[in-house]
């Protein structure tokens, strides 16, 4: 870790977490990464031949669990042993090394003694053929002078911290230092980053991974669209700078798709922009509307962009969990009773990613209310408008009367129409914001490559049937997966909409997290996925598959899935 990694700064496990927007859980999973995979076997750690058990509170336990730990260190308690498998003969062993060379608090002055709060895990699993050793930063120290593991190797984005105290700002980096850059100070570590590398180093070593990670479509663009888009870039006209909103064209197009199906009117020029993406709209609209401290409501878990666009812009980003669209509302009304600065920005996206999650027109009417009753922005990230299933139909949040006073929603053409690559989005809405974001884009760019405007103005006005037939090739994919799975004895829901299915970790391998259950996916079924951890907080404890390869792929990736969970 370096110098300015909080592990030497001595944060709580708490504050770590906070800093990185993480949980403790994955706090201790990167204390252990960080340290190293190849930790001394748990008999060395001590002298003692009864070597050193020990657990960590928020690793997959509750208060009363730790009542009952404290219970098998004073005799014995059933339903834990049965829980973690702990042997009679590991209770002796329920003890921490600490001495007065090992920090402060209430061990200091100690030598050997039995403890009640139990801060550190190191156990071995059976099913994984190996050891999992977290810790608490607290006794970092403690751990590194019972093990002294070897310096790690560099296989990921270096850790960095971020600083929520507006008191105390970010110090940029410089050319000859090794601080990072202010706003790259600002960001996480990027989670998926690890699973990446695993992968690209199976493929390497020869192994057939079946990528279920990355939500990036697999199917062609429709055969019109490219043939326009050929026959208008042999059009040297077409080669020039072009509009940085858009072609007056390209967005008359978009304005009769929402008319044609959401009965909604926009104007063309003062209601619409193109954009190079979804990405581009959400990332410069924050940019143009958000100012130092103001605050952005989203949801957790999130896409990333969601929650780390705010920050980027120099927003308060303000995360609240959402087990369901309704407990999110309940939550936001909440926020607007608490003292201090009130929501800035309402930040959603449904049919949801990661979670799935859909929502009916009542939840955008109960958001639109609460806007205008506290004059709030809200942006609608609106990407997976069109893969829906099962007779549901996501309604645009610009369906509800006065939500163009309020709201601006974002349409991409990357899922529906399989043009990822191409970088089309749109922003849509009310006239304010979207003005703000065609003033940032005159700074910045000269918008699409005209031929890929023209092209898509093919897409939108000719190719409806082409996407719904993207939407039941998903669904086609999205029964196999869920079929498979639950052969393999994985009870997961199947989702109503997007490309994704989002499923909580069998509770045979709760206790590792999404990460280490992810890294584990790949090494022993070969299937990438995305661990939940990657979209915020509330993540933790689930993965994310992704609806992109064939029926047969994803047979092949269920029967290695069923063979892990079967061993």
């Not at 100690?110 to 403890?115: A, D, M, Q, S, T």
């Not at 690890?194 to 055969?223: F, Q, S, Y």
């Not at 020039?240 to 009117?265: F, H, Q």
């Not at 299915?501 to 997290?513: D, F, V």
Request: aromatic share 8%; net charge neutral.
């Amino acid at each position: 870790m370096s110098e300015t990694s909080w592990a030497s700064r001595g944060l709580s496990v708490e504050e770590a977490a906070q800093m990185l927007s993480v949980t403790p859980k994955t706090v201790n999973e990167r204390i252990r990464r960080g340290y190293g995979e190849d930790w001394k076997p748990i008999d060395n750690l001590l002298p003692e031949p009864d070597g050193v058990r020990i657990f960590v509170r928020g690793h997959g336990f509750s208060f009363y669990d730790q009542v009952e730990l404290d219970a098998v260190e004073n005799g014995g308690s059933a339903d834990i042993n049965a829980r973690w498998r702990v042997r009679p003969l590991d209770r002796d062993s329920l003890r921490l090394l600490e001495s007065s060379g090992l920090g402060d608090g209430p061990w200091k002055g100690g030598r050997l003694r039995r403890v009640h709060t139990i801060r550190t895990t190191s156990f071995r699993r059976a099913d994984l053929g190996r050891s999992m050793r977290l810790c608490h930063p607290d006794d970092i120290s403690t751990i590194l002078k019972l093990t002294r593991p070897a310096a790690p190797k560099q296989t990921e984005e270096p850790m960095t911290i971020r600083n929520d105290d507006p008191t105390s700002p970010i110090e940029s980096g410089g050319i000859f230092d090794d601080k990072p850059f202010y706003r790259i100070g600002k960001l996480p570590p990027y989670v998926f980053a690890v699973i990446n590398e695993m992968r690209a180093k199976a493929r390497r070593a020869g192994l057939d991974v079946i990528d279920l990670g990355m939500g990036n479509p697999d199917g062609a663009t429709p055969k019109v669209v490219i043939q326009k888009l050929v026959e208008a870039s042999k059009d040297k006209r077409n080669h020039r700078y072009s509009m940085s909103k858009g072609i007056p064209k390209l967005r008359e197009e978009i304005c009769k798709r929402y008319k044609a199906n959401y009965d909604v009117d926009l104007d063309p020029e003062t209601e619409a922009i193109a954009t190079m993406g979804a990405k581009d709209a959400l990332a410069h609209l924050l940019f143009a509307a958000i100012g130092p401290e103001d605050k952005v409501v989203m949801p957790d878990p999130a896409y990333p962009i969601h929650q780390w666009g705010a920050s980027m812009a120099e927003g308060r980003q303000c995360a609240l969990p959402m087990p369901s669209p309704a407990e999110f509302l309940n939550r936001l009304e909440d926020e607007y009773k608490k003292p201090g600065p009130k929501p800035k920005m309402i930040l959603v996206s449904f049919p949801h990613n990661p979670t799935t999650q859909v929502v009916d027109r009542d939840f955008f009417e109960t958001l639109v209310a609460l806007a205008h009753r506290h004059g709030t922005m809200i942006l609608h990230d609106f990407a997976y408008a069109d893969l829906c299933f099962d007779g549901y139909k996501a309604p645009s949040i610009l369906e509800v009367p006065g939500a163009k006073e309020v709201a601006v929603e974002i349409f991409s053409m990357s899922k529906s129409y399989n043009m990822a690559g191409w970088r089309v989005g749109f922003c849509l809405g009310n006239k304010k914001m979207i003005n703000g974001l065609a003033r940032i884009k005159s700074y910045l760019d000269y918008g699409m490559f005209q031929p890929i405007q023209i092209a898509s103005i093919i897409a939108l006005r000719e190719c409806e049937a082409d996407v719904k037939q993207i939407c039941d090739n998903y669904k086609v994919r999205r029964d196999v997966l869920v079929d498979g799975l639950h052969k393999a004895g994985w009870m997961v829901e199947p989702p109503r909409a997007t490309m994704f299915l989002w499923a909580k970790i069998p509770e045979r391998y709760a206790w590792a997290g999404s990460l280490e259950f992810a890294k584990l996916t790949l090494e022993k079924a070969l299937v990438a996925v995305s661990p939940g951890i990657g979209f915020g907080a509330e993540g933790e404890g689930y993965v994310r598959f992704s609806l992109i390869e064939n029926e047969q792929r994803m047979r092949q990736a269920t029967r290695g899935i069923k063979k892990l969970l079967a061993d």
